[in-house]
């Protein structure tokens, strides 16, 4: 039976995310108390209130977006399309004055064209409100105050708010990259997908423009990615909640201690650069140390650790000996990384035989339109028995979960579609993100209200300052006094994204690229 969605305090909620980290999402929403979990085809659904569905936009890791269904029905034409929208009172959602945009993702015989489904629902919303009003509502496809999402499968239809708006992939923190960049919410996924949650040293011995690192940072600390961006979707909603958003935004109680420390390198001394750039627009210079270094110079660290490595797979980027390149990787596990575990995510098999290692666990990963593996390297001295007869673990009881419901490895792999028109809009990989201007990250200012169209903000700028600023001053004894911190012009920008001063306001539009 076709029917709109009612409001109640606990409704309906869907996070997305790539193919391959549903597990991780679902586990995650588990943690932050979301009832009703279901696992889905790149998507996870949920039940909570509004708290949920802000926090879920705020702190979750491995989401792309989260959408509010505000309606189901059936549909097998156009014009069934049309009606069905039209039926929905759409002046609860779209006052006058404001601007909309339609998203689709369409899997349906009856509907192949998801712009021309873009279209339908665009003209019965318009019609509405023109019929209503005399007037009708705008269109906006960079900055709309109200976005819409509708999902087709077959006959069946849901239409969604989306409440995220840009990707929440795009953290904020980004001020450069170098070629081909690593996805956030991948690189947040992988790090999930290992277990580690700041427990030993975390290394990236080929961090490119530092994705892996600060994700690492964030994961160790607890610390919110939502803290960096500009804005959600939800914030220009008719009952937009901004007292409870400032609650959320500018309560830190659940971040946590990091006693451990991040190294990242790579052989390209631009990239390093590049990457000291992103980790201090992060804040977390204490936490992370970006050097230059060729991991085929790599050596045994002191102190446990755990590497976690997306090396060139030879499509978008290369090197001159691919295969020697993964020979190396394999070299270095061997003799410089005996007792801790590393990660590799790749796409072809070929450069995994090159490592020579048998790995412990794989997991098929969609790295944009790729479909790639993340395998597990556990190094020990000695054979396996022993190894086993002493305690070791190869293999967790929920990594030979996750591989028993896994497909195996296929040989050949060629560059792939990808999967969907969602995907290639945004969702993808980061390929036609557009970074954002470099500033200071402290410029944004915790909030204390909401007045007319701007937010004020009420955290203490000595306690923020005091908090967050130059997270390089201590601990480096800890650190073997080696001095790895860095100095002069290269300190933090005094915090991660969270606001403080008085009356300062929120970042114009125009102190950010589009």
Wanted: with cysteine.
């Amino acid at each position: 039976m076709d029917k709109e969605i009612k409001p109640s305090s606990e409704f309906k909620l869907i996070a997305k995310t790539f193919m391959g980290l549903e597990q991780v999402l679902a586990k995650e929403l588990t943690e932050l108390g979301a009832n009703n979990i279901e696992i889905g085809r790149r998507m996870v659904s949920f039940t909570g209130d509004k708290e949920m569905m802000y926090r879920a936009n705020f702190q979750l890791h491995t989401a792309i977006r989260i959408l509010k269904p505000i309606a189901e029905f059936k549909a097998s034409s156009a014009d069934d399309m049309y009606n069905e929208v039209r039926k929905i009172d759409w002046s609860k959602y779209i006052l006058p004055g404001k601007t909309f945009s339609v998203d689709s993702v369409v899997y349906s015989d009856d509907f192949r064209n998801s712009r021309f489904v873009t279209y339908k629902v665009k003209d019965a919303i318009v019609d509405q409100f023109r019929e209503n009003t005399g007037s009708r509502p705008n269109i906006s496809v960079s900055n709309p105050d109200i976005r819409l999402n509708i999902h087709i499968a077959e006959d069946n239809a849901t239409l969604s708010l989306d409440s995220s708006g840009e990707s929440l992939h795009r953290r904020g923190y980004r001020q450069e990259s170098v070629e081909a960049p690593l996805n956030e919410v991948l690189a947040a996924g992988m790090i999930l997908m290992t277990g580690w949650k700041g427990d030993t040293d975390f290394i990236d011995p080929m961090c490119g423009s530092g994705t892996i690192p600060i994700e690492a940072a964030l994961i160790a600390r607890n610390i919110s990615p939502g803290v960096f961006r500009k804005e959600f979707a939800f914030e220009k909603w008719p009952d937009f909640d901004s007292e409870l958003f400032d609650e959320i935004y500018n309560d830190d109680s659940q971040e946590r201690e990091f006693t451990h420390h991040i190294y990242g390198y790579d052989a390209d001394m631009k990239a390093v650069n590049t990457a000291r750039l992103n980790v201090k627009a992060a804040g977390l210079s204490k936490d992370i140390t970006i050097d230059q270094q060729d991991f085929k110079n790599f050596q045994q660290p002191a102190e446990k650790s755990i590497i976690v490595m997306n090396p060139p797979y030879g499509e978008r980027i290369s090197t001159d000996n691919l295969l020697g390149t993964y020979h190396m990787i394999g070299e270095r596990f061997k003799n410089a990384f005996k007792g801790n575990e590393a990660w590799v995510l790749s796409y072809r098999e070929e450069c995994f035989r090159a490592i020579g290692l048998k790995p412990s666990i794989k997991i098929p990963l969609y790295n944009g339109s790729l479909e790639c593996e993340f395998r597990k390297y556990v190094m020990f001295d000695g054979n396996m028995k022993d190894f086993r007869h002493e305690g070791g673990i190869v293999k967790t009881e929920e990594e030979k979960r996750e591989m028993a419901q896994k497909h195996r490895f296929k040989k050949n792999r060629e560059f792939k579609q990808l999967l969907d028109d969602e995907e290639n809009n945004e969702e993808s990989d980061i390929r036609d993100f557009k970074f954002h201007s470099f500033r200071d990250m402290s410029s944004r200012k915790p909030r204390i209200g909401r007045h007319d169209d701007e937010h004020h903000f009420s955290r203490s700028k000595d306690k923020y300052k005091n908090k967050f600023r130059d997270r390089d001053d201590d601990n480096e004894e800890r650190r073997g006094g080696k001095d790895r911190r860095f100095r002069g012009k290269d300190k933090d920008f005094g915090g991660r994204g969270k606001r403080f001063g008085g009356k300062g306001r929120r970042p114009a539009d125009d102190d950010f690229e589009d």
